[in-house]
Protein backbone atom coordinates (compact mmCIF):
# COMPACT_ATOMS: atom_id res chain seq x y z
CA UNK A 1 0.00 0.00 0.00
CA UNK A 2 1.12 3.16 -0.91
CA UNK A 3 0.05 5.46 1.73
CA UNK A 4 3.05 8.02 2.29
CA UNK A 5 1.22 10.48 0.31
CA UNK A 6 -1.74 10.82 2.71
CA UNK A 7 0.19 10.30 6.01
CA UNK A 8 -0.96 13.15 8.17
CA UNK A 9 -3.20 14.66 6.29
CA UNK A 10 -5.93 16.77 8.24
CA UNK A 11 -9.54 17.49 7.38
CA UNK A 12 -10.65 20.77 6.32
CA UNK A 13 -13.47 21.38 8.09
CA UNK A 14 -12.41 19.88 11.88
CA UNK A 15 -8.33 19.61 11.78
CA UNK A 16 -8.17 16.26 12.75
CA UNK A 17 -5.70 13.71 11.04
CA UNK A 18 -7.78 11.58 8.38
CA UNK A 19 -6.64 7.91 8.48
CA UNK A 20 -7.37 7.66 4.42
CA UNK A 21 -7.47 3.64 4.70
CA UNK A 22 -9.09 0.87 6.76
CA UNK A 23 -6.24 -0.54 8.02
CA UNK A 24 -5.02 3.33 9.28
CA UNK A 25 -8.01 3.70 11.18
CA UNK A 26 -8.15 -0.01 12.97
CA UNK A 27 -5.07 1.17 14.27
CA UNK A 28 -6.68 4.21 15.31
CA UNK A 29 -9.35 2.81 16.83
CA UNK A 30 -11.29 4.18 19.51
CA UNK A 31 -9.30 7.55 20.38
CA UNK A 32 -9.87 8.58 17.26
CA UNK A 33 -13.44 7.98 16.90
CA UNK A 34 -14.31 9.89 20.15
CA UNK A 35 -11.95 12.60 19.06
CA UNK A 36 -13.99 12.77 15.76
CA UNK A 37 -17.66 12.37 17.46
CA UNK A 38 -17.13 15.13 20.08
CA UNK A 39 -15.60 17.84 17.07
CA UNK A 40 -18.87 17.00 14.87
CA UNK A 41 -21.15 17.44 17.83
CA UNK A 42 -22.40 13.60 17.61
CA UNK A 43 -20.95 12.96 21.14
CA UNK A 44 -21.01 14.54 24.16
CA UNK A 45 -18.04 16.03 25.78
CA UNK A 46 -18.39 13.93 28.85
CA UNK A 47 -19.15 10.74 26.35
CA UNK A 48 -16.29 8.34 24.59
CA UNK A 49 -16.38 5.66 22.16
CA UNK A 50 -15.38 2.85 24.94
CA UNK A 51 -14.51 -0.30 22.21
CA UNK A 52 -14.71 -1.30 18.66
CA UNK A 53 -16.64 -4.73 19.29
CA UNK A 54 -16.48 -5.17 15.29
CA UNK A 55 -14.10 -4.11 12.58
CA UNK A 56 -14.80 -5.35 8.74
CA UNK A 57 -13.64 -4.14 5.24
CA UNK A 58 -16.53 -4.68 2.79
CA UNK A 59 -16.35 -4.23 -1.02
CA UNK A 60 -18.84 -2.69 -3.04
CA UNK A 61 -19.22 0.49 -5.13
CA UNK A 62 -16.87 2.29 -7.61
CA UNK A 63 -14.76 4.33 -5.81
CA UNK A 64 -12.71 4.16 -2.34
CA UNK A 65 -12.93 1.41 0.37
CA UNK A 66 -15.07 0.77 2.93
CA UNK A 67 -16.03 -0.93 6.49
CA UNK A 68 -18.36 -2.07 9.30
CA UNK A 69 -17.92 -0.85 12.52
CA UNK A 70 -19.43 -1.71 15.90
CA UNK A 71 -18.77 0.24 18.70
CA UNK A 72 -19.02 0.40 22.25
CA UNK A 73 -20.25 3.91 24.17
CA UNK A 74 -19.39 4.66 27.61
CA UNK A 75 -23.16 5.95 28.05
CA UNK A 76 -24.92 4.32 25.57
CA UNK A 77 -27.47 7.12 25.07
CA UNK A 78 -30.71 6.56 23.06
CA UNK A 79 -29.68 8.30 19.80
CA UNK A 80 -26.44 6.56 19.47
CA UNK A 81 -26.23 3.82 16.75
CA UNK A 82 -23.73 1.13 17.88
CA UNK A 83 -23.12 -0.22 14.30
CA UNK A 84 -21.61 1.87 12.21
CA UNK A 85 -20.68 2.50 8.20
CA UNK A 86 -17.11 3.92 7.13
CA UNK A 87 -16.40 5.29 3.88
CA UNK A 88 -13.02 6.60 3.07
CA UNK A 89 -12.56 8.33 -0.60
CA UNK A 90 -9.31 6.59 -1.15
CA UNK A 91 -8.50 3.52 -2.32
CA UNK A 92 -4.55 3.17 -2.42
CA UNK A 93 -4.44 0.00 -4.23
CA UNK A 94 -6.48 0.68 -7.41
CA UNK A 95 -5.58 3.85 -9.14
CA UNK A 96 -8.62 3.77 -10.93
CA UNK A 97 -10.75 3.85 -8.31
CA UNK A 98 -9.09 5.93 -6.37
CA UNK A 99 -9.10 8.52 -9.12
CA UNK A 100 -12.89 9.21 -7.87
CA UNK A 101 -11.43 10.24 -4.75
CA UNK A 102 -13.16 13.52 -5.28
CA UNK A 103 -16.53 12.84 -5.18
CA UNK A 104 -16.83 12.43 -1.18
CA UNK A 105 -16.38 16.37 -0.91
CA UNK A 106 -20.00 17.33 -2.01
CA UNK A 107 -20.94 14.00 -0.03
CA UNK A 108 -19.66 15.62 2.91
CA UNK A 109 -21.45 18.68 2.35
CA UNK A 110 -24.72 16.66 2.35
CA UNK A 111 -24.02 15.31 5.32
CA UNK A 112 -23.55 18.89 7.04
CA UNK A 113 -27.03 19.76 5.00
CA UNK A 114 -28.61 16.46 6.38
CA UNK A 115 -28.21 17.53 10.15
CA UNK A 116 -30.74 20.71 9.53
CA UNK A 117 -33.94 20.63 10.86
CA UNK A 118 -35.12 21.97 7.50
CA UNK A 119 -34.11 18.57 5.78
CA UNK A 120 -36.78 16.96 4.02
CA UNK A 121 -35.95 13.24 3.79
CA UNK A 122 -34.42 10.97 5.81
CA UNK A 123 -30.72 9.92 5.53
CA UNK A 124 -28.05 7.45 7.65
CA UNK A 125 -27.13 9.90 10.49
CA UNK A 126 -23.97 10.73 9.82
CA UNK A 127 -21.13 10.67 13.13
CA UNK A 128 -18.38 12.57 11.18
CA UNK A 129 -17.39 13.61 8.11
CA UNK A 130 -14.53 15.58 6.82
CA UNK A 131 -12.49 16.61 3.09
CA UNK A 132 -9.35 17.73 2.28
CA UNK A 133 -9.44 18.99 -0.60
CA UNK A 134 -6.38 19.42 -2.05
CA UNK A 135 -5.21 15.41 -1.47
CA UNK A 136 -9.34 14.48 -2.35
CA UNK A 137 -8.32 12.76 1.11
CA UNK A 138 -11.34 12.19 2.78
CA UNK A 139 -13.64 10.13 5.66
CA UNK A 140 -17.37 9.56 6.50
CA UNK A 141 -18.87 7.68 9.34
CA UNK A 142 -22.55 7.01 9.25
CA UNK A 143 -25.33 5.08 10.67
CA UNK A 144 -25.34 1.52 9.38
CA UNK A 145 -28.89 0.89 7.60
CA UNK A 146 -30.00 -2.68 8.68
CA UNK A 147 -31.23 -4.65 6.13
CA UNK A 148 -34.46 -6.64 6.77
CA UNK A 149 -34.22 -5.73 10.98
CA UNK A 150 -36.66 -3.88 13.02
CA UNK A 151 -39.24 -3.36 10.51
CA UNK A 152 -36.58 -2.38 7.28
CA UNK A 153 -36.81 -4.06 4.37
CA UNK A 154 -34.22 -6.26 2.81
CA UNK A 155 -31.76 -5.03 0.35
CA UNK A 156 -32.37 -4.37 -2.95
CA UNK A 157 -29.88 -4.63 -5.74
CA UNK A 158 -29.33 -3.32 -8.44
CA UNK A 159 -31.11 -4.34 -11.53
CA UNK A 160 -32.84 -7.09 -9.86
CA UNK A 161 -36.29 -6.01 -9.88
CA UNK A 162 -37.87 -8.82 -10.85
CA UNK A 163 -37.25 -10.03 -7.55
CA UNK A 164 -38.23 -6.86 -5.63
CA UNK A 165 -42.06 -7.18 -4.62
CA UNK A 166 -44.60 -4.41 -6.02
CA UNK A 167 -41.45 -2.59 -7.72
CA UNK A 168 -44.01 0.13 -9.05
CA UNK A 169 -44.93 1.20 -4.97
CA UNK A 170 -41.45 1.24 -4.05
CA UNK A 171 -40.32 3.72 -7.18
CA UNK A 172 -42.92 6.13 -6.05
CA UNK A 173 -41.36 6.19 -2.56
CA UNK A 174 -37.97 6.51 -3.96
CA UNK A 175 -39.04 9.04 -6.51
CA UNK A 176 -40.78 10.84 -3.71
CA UNK A 177 -38.28 11.54 -1.87
CA UNK A 178 -36.15 12.54 -4.78
CA UNK A 179 -38.39 15.20 -5.44
CA UNK A 180 -39.04 16.55 -1.92
CA UNK A 181 -35.44 17.51 -2.06
CA UNK A 182 -35.62 18.94 -5.51
CA UNK A 183 -38.65 20.92 -4.05
CA UNK A 184 -37.25 22.32 -1.05
CA UNK A 185 -33.96 23.32 -2.82
CA UNK A 186 -35.96 25.18 -5.50
CA UNK A 187 -38.07 26.51 -2.90
CA UNK A 188 -35.31 27.75 -0.63
CA UNK A 189 -36.11 26.25 2.31
CA UNK A 190 -32.82 24.46 3.05
CA UNK A 191 -30.13 26.53 5.42
CA UNK A 192 -28.49 29.06 2.72
CA UNK A 193 -24.93 28.79 4.55
CA UNK A 194 -25.34 24.83 4.41
CA UNK A 195 -27.08 24.82 1.10
CA UNK A 196 -24.72 27.21 -0.71
CA UNK A 197 -21.60 25.96 -2.66
CA UNK A 198 -22.67 22.33 -3.82
CA UNK A 199 -21.35 21.72 -7.25
CA UNK A 200 -23.45 21.23 -10.53
CA UNK A 201 -23.25 18.18 -12.49
CA UNK A 202 -20.66 19.14 -15.03
CA UNK A 203 -18.72 20.57 -11.81
CA UNK A 204 -18.47 16.45 -10.57
CA UNK A 205 -15.55 14.25 -11.56
CA UNK A 206 -16.93 11.69 -14.03
CA UNK A 207 -20.11 13.59 -14.92
CA UNK A 208 -20.25 14.92 -18.23
CA UNK A 209 -17.18 13.48 -19.21
CA UNK A 210 -17.87 10.82 -21.99
CA UNK A 211 -15.66 8.93 -24.39
CA UNK A 212 -14.94 10.06 -28.10
CA UNK A 213 -17.65 10.18 -30.19
CA UNK A 214 -15.46 8.94 -32.64
CA UNK A 215 -15.47 5.75 -31.70
CA UNK A 216 -19.85 5.71 -32.43
CA UNK A 217 -19.70 4.11 -35.72
CA UNK A 218 -17.28 1.21 -34.32
CA UNK A 219 -19.84 0.76 -31.35
CA UNK A 220 -22.78 0.57 -33.30
CA UNK A 221 -21.02 -2.51 -35.61
CA UNK A 222 -20.50 -3.95 -32.21
CA UNK A 223 -23.92 -3.53 -31.46
CA UNK A 224 -25.36 -5.45 -34.88
CA UNK A 225 -23.38 -7.97 -33.90
CA UNK A 226 -24.39 -8.29 -30.71
CA UNK A 227 -27.63 -8.58 -31.62
CA UNK A 228 -26.78 -11.45 -33.44
CA UNK A 229 -24.76 -13.15 -31.51
CA UNK A 230 -26.55 -12.95 -28.37
CA UNK A 231 -30.64 -13.02 -28.97
CA UNK A 232 -31.10 -14.15 -25.72
CA UNK A 233 -29.52 -10.82 -24.33
CA UNK A 234 -31.91 -8.46 -26.27
CA UNK A 235 -35.46 -8.10 -26.73
CA UNK A 236 -36.22 -9.59 -30.67
CA UNK A 237 -38.46 -6.03 -31.73
CA UNK A 238 -35.03 -4.29 -30.80
CA UNK A 239 -32.23 -6.58 -33.09
CA UNK A 240 -34.13 -5.94 -36.19
CA UNK A 241 -32.49 -4.54 -38.83
CA UNK A 242 -35.06 -1.93 -39.55
CA UNK A 243 -34.89 -0.61 -35.96
CA UNK A 244 -30.64 -0.98 -35.35
CA UNK A 245 -31.18 1.00 -38.72
CA UNK A 246 -32.62 3.56 -37.41
CA UNK A 247 -31.39 3.35 -34.18
CA UNK A 248 -28.10 4.21 -35.99
CA UNK A 249 -29.02 7.42 -37.56
CA UNK A 250 -30.45 8.72 -34.63
CA UNK A 251 -27.87 7.73 -32.44
CA UNK A 252 -25.33 9.99 -34.91
CA UNK A 253 -27.95 12.57 -34.85
CA UNK A 254 -27.48 12.52 -30.88
CA UNK A 255 -23.64 12.85 -30.80
CA UNK A 256 -23.82 15.70 -33.48
CA UNK A 257 -25.91 17.67 -31.49
CA UNK A 258 -24.37 17.02 -28.05
CA UNK A 259 -23.28 20.12 -26.96
CA UNK A 260 -27.41 21.86 -27.75
CA UNK A 261 -28.80 18.84 -25.46
CA UNK A 262 -26.44 19.68 -22.84
CA UNK A 263 -26.95 23.19 -23.27
CA UNK A 264 -30.77 22.86 -22.96
CA UNK A 265 -30.71 20.64 -19.85
CA UNK A 266 -28.79 23.24 -18.18
CA UNK A 267 -30.32 26.17 -19.24
CA UNK A 268 -33.71 25.78 -17.56
CA UNK A 269 -33.87 26.88 -14.47
CA UNK A 270 -37.07 25.25 -13.17
CA UNK A 271 -35.71 22.12 -13.66
CA UNK A 272 -32.38 22.36 -11.84
CA UNK A 273 -31.80 21.12 -8.49
CA UNK A 274 -29.72 19.35 -5.68
CA UNK A 275 -29.98 15.98 -6.37
CA UNK A 276 -29.08 12.48 -5.73
CA UNK A 277 -27.53 11.63 -8.96
CA UNK A 278 -27.50 7.53 -8.87
CA UNK A 279 -30.40 6.95 -6.39
CA UNK A 280 -31.16 3.24 -7.84
CA UNK A 281 -32.67 0.64 -5.41
CA UNK A 282 -28.99 -0.34 -4.15
CA UNK A 283 -28.77 3.34 -2.62
CA UNK A 284 -32.42 3.43 -0.94
CA UNK A 285 -34.09 1.34 2.00
CA UNK A 286 -37.27 1.08 2.80
CA UNK A 287 -39.69 0.67 5.65
CA UNK A 288 -43.44 0.81 6.19
CA UNK A 289 -45.06 2.99 9.22
CA UNK A 290 -48.23 2.23 11.51
CA UNK A 291 -50.43 2.95 8.78
CA UNK A 292 -48.94 0.39 5.66
CA UNK A 293 -47.36 3.00 3.73
CA UNK A 294 -44.29 2.44 2.63
CA UNK A 295 -41.51 5.22 2.83
CA UNK A 296 -37.97 5.46 1.24
CA UNK A 297 -34.26 6.86 2.37
CA UNK A 298 -31.15 7.92 0.27
CA UNK A 299 -27.78 6.75 1.19
CA UNK A 300 -24.43 6.80 -0.67
CA UNK A 301 -24.21 10.22 -2.07
CA UNK A 302 -21.56 10.52 -4.08
CA UNK A 303 -22.05 13.25 -6.73
CA UNK A 304 -24.34 14.63 -5.22
CA UNK A 305 -25.15 17.93 -7.10
CA UNK A 306 -27.32 20.66 -8.55
CA UNK A 307 -28.58 19.23 -11.80
CA UNK A 308 -31.82 18.78 -14.04
CA UNK A 309 -33.79 16.57 -12.24
CA UNK A 310 -34.30 14.15 -15.42
CA UNK A 311 -30.79 13.23 -14.74
CA UNK A 312 -32.13 12.41 -11.22
CA UNK A 313 -35.19 10.15 -12.76
CA UNK A 314 -32.99 8.54 -15.14
CA UNK A 315 -30.29 7.78 -12.32
CA UNK A 316 -33.31 6.23 -10.38
CA UNK A 317 -34.78 4.62 -13.14
CA UNK A 318 -32.49 2.94 -14.97
CA UNK A 319 -32.02 -0.16 -13.90
CA UNK A 320 -35.64 -0.86 -13.61
CA UNK A 321 -37.76 -3.50 -15.64
CA UNK A 322 -38.69 -1.83 -19.16
CA UNK A 323 -42.16 -2.98 -18.08
CA UNK A 324 -42.33 -0.25 -15.46
CA UNK A 325 -41.13 1.95 -18.03
CA UNK A 326 -44.06 0.95 -20.15
CA UNK A 327 -46.92 1.28 -17.95
CA UNK A 328 -46.09 3.40 -15.15
CA UNK A 329 -43.10 6.46 -16.41
CA UNK A 330 -46.39 9.02 -16.35
CA UNK A 331 -47.69 8.09 -13.44
CA UNK A 332 -44.23 8.26 -12.04
CA UNK A 333 -43.38 11.37 -13.68
CA UNK A 334 -46.88 13.26 -12.31
CA UNK A 335 -46.03 11.99 -8.95
CA UNK A 336 -42.43 13.78 -9.36
CA UNK A 337 -44.36 16.70 -10.84
CA UNK A 338 -46.53 17.05 -7.72
CA UNK A 339 -44.14 16.28 -4.93
CA UNK A 340 -41.57 19.50 -6.05
CA UNK A 341 -44.73 21.26 -6.30
CA UNK A 342 -45.63 20.23 -2.89
CA UNK A 343 -42.36 21.01 -1.27
CA UNK A 344 -41.79 24.37 -2.58
CA UNK A 345 -40.47 23.87 -6.00
CA UNK A 346 -42.16 24.99 -9.24
CA UNK A 347 -44.99 23.95 -11.05
CA UNK A 348 -43.37 21.64 -13.72
CA UNK A 349 -44.47 20.57 -16.92
CA UNK A 350 -44.91 16.59 -16.57
CA UNK A 351 -44.74 16.89 -20.78
CA UNK A 352 -41.70 19.28 -20.97
CA UNK A 353 -40.14 16.95 -18.08
CA UNK A 354 -40.47 13.63 -19.97
CA UNK A 355 -38.97 15.30 -23.47
CA UNK A 356 -35.64 16.43 -21.02
CA UNK A 357 -35.71 12.53 -19.76
CA UNK A 358 -35.91 11.34 -23.14
CA UNK A 359 -32.81 13.83 -24.47
CA UNK A 360 -31.28 12.83 -21.36
CA UNK A 361 -31.50 8.91 -22.07
CA UNK A 362 -30.31 9.28 -25.37
CA UNK A 363 -27.27 11.26 -25.09
CA UNK A 364 -26.14 8.41 -22.36
CA UNK A 365 -27.42 5.87 -24.27
CA UNK A 366 -25.07 6.33 -27.29
CA UNK A 367 -22.12 7.78 -25.26
CA UNK A 368 -21.89 5.65 -22.28
CA UNK A 369 -23.33 2.30 -22.71
CA UNK A 370 -22.44 1.05 -26.19
CA UNK A 371 -19.21 -0.39 -25.01
CA UNK A 372 -21.83 -2.76 -23.31
CA UNK A 373 -21.38 -5.40 -26.17
CA UNK A 374 -17.97 -5.64 -26.62
CA UNK A 375 -17.76 -5.78 -22.42
CA UNK A 376 -19.57 -9.02 -22.62
CA UNK A 377 -18.45 -10.71 -25.98
CA UNK A 378 -14.77 -9.92 -24.42
CA UNK A 379 -15.94 -11.40 -21.16
CA UNK A 380 -17.55 -14.38 -22.13
CA UNK A 381 -16.19 -15.37 -25.66
CA UNK A 382 -18.11 -17.58 -27.55
CA UNK A 383 -20.58 -18.65 -24.37
CA UNK A 384 -21.46 -15.07 -24.70
CA UNK A 385 -24.20 -16.86 -27.34
CA UNK A 386 -25.58 -19.49 -24.71
CA UNK A 387 -26.39 -16.25 -22.36
CA UNK A 388 -29.31 -15.13 -20.40
CA UNK A 389 -29.89 -12.03 -18.43
CA UNK A 390 -31.21 -14.52 -15.53
CA UNK A 391 -27.75 -16.61 -16.23
CA UNK A 392 -25.36 -16.86 -13.17
CA UNK A 393 -22.71 -15.25 -15.03
CA UNK A 394 -24.71 -12.21 -15.47
CA UNK A 395 -26.83 -12.24 -12.38
CA UNK A 396 -24.17 -12.63 -10.10
CA UNK A 397 -21.90 -10.29 -11.47
CA UNK A 398 -22.94 -6.40 -11.32
CA UNK A 399 -20.46 -5.08 -13.43
CA UNK A 400 -22.15 -6.53 -15.75
CA UNK A 401 -25.72 -7.00 -15.17
CA UNK A 402 -26.10 -3.62 -14.76
CA UNK A 403 -25.24 -1.98 -18.32
CA UNK A 404 -26.70 -4.64 -19.69
CA UNK A 405 -30.04 -3.71 -18.18
CA UNK A 406 -29.45 0.35 -18.47
CA UNK A 407 -28.33 -0.63 -22.04
CA UNK A 408 -31.55 -2.79 -22.89
CA UNK A 409 -33.62 0.22 -21.40
CA UNK A 410 -32.10 2.40 -23.79
CA UNK A 411 -32.85 0.55 -26.81
CA UNK A 412 -36.79 -0.55 -25.56
CA UNK A 413 -37.17 3.10 -24.60
CA UNK A 414 -35.97 4.17 -28.23
CA UNK A 415 -38.29 1.83 -30.07
CA UNK A 416 -41.37 2.79 -28.48
CA UNK A 417 -40.64 6.62 -28.04
CA UNK A 418 -39.96 8.87 -31.20
CA UNK A 419 -36.05 9.85 -30.22
CA UNK A 420 -35.11 11.58 -33.81
CA UNK A 421 -38.67 13.56 -33.42
CA UNK A 422 -37.74 14.83 -29.79
CA UNK A 423 -34.39 16.01 -30.43
CA UNK A 424 -35.58 18.08 -33.73
CA UNK A 425 -38.80 19.56 -31.58
CA UNK A 426 -36.03 20.17 -28.66
CA UNK A 427 -33.66 21.83 -30.45
CA UNK A 428 -35.42 23.84 -32.98
CA UNK A 429 -37.80 24.83 -30.56
CA UNK A 430 -37.54 28.70 -29.00
CA UNK A 431 -35.81 28.60 -25.67
CA UNK A 432 -38.66 28.63 -22.80
CA UNK A 433 -39.64 27.91 -19.37
CA UNK A 434 -42.20 26.75 -17.27
CA UNK A 435 -43.41 28.54 -14.39
Known amino acids: ?21 PEELRRSGAGFLTRAFRAAGSLAADNAVADVTEFREV ?3 STGRKALL ?19 SRDLDDPLRDRGRTQMEPEVRLAELAACAQFPITVPTTYFGDYHRNSGTGLLV ?52 AAAGFPTEQQVAGVGQRPSPGKLPRRLAQLAEFCRRCPALLPEHVRTERFMTRFAEQAAEFVAREFDIWRLLRSDPDHIALCHWNANVDN ?8 GDLHCGLMDWGCVSRMNVAMAIWGALSGAETDLWNRHLDDLLGLFVTEVYHSGGPRLDPRRLADQLMLYVGIMGVTWLLDVPALILTRFG ?7 RTDPRIESDESV ?13 WHAHDFGARLHDAISAPTSHHR
Open 382 to 388: ESATELT
Open 70 to 88: SVRYRNLEPHLHTNLFVKF
Open 401 to 413: RAPLRMLTNVLEL
Open 1 to 21: MKDIAVQGITGDRYGLTLPAH
Open 142 to 193: SERIMFGVNGIEPQYHKCLDYRMPDAHEHYRALLTAVARLAGADRAGRLPKD
Open 284 to 291: AWFWRDTG
Open 59 to 61: RGG
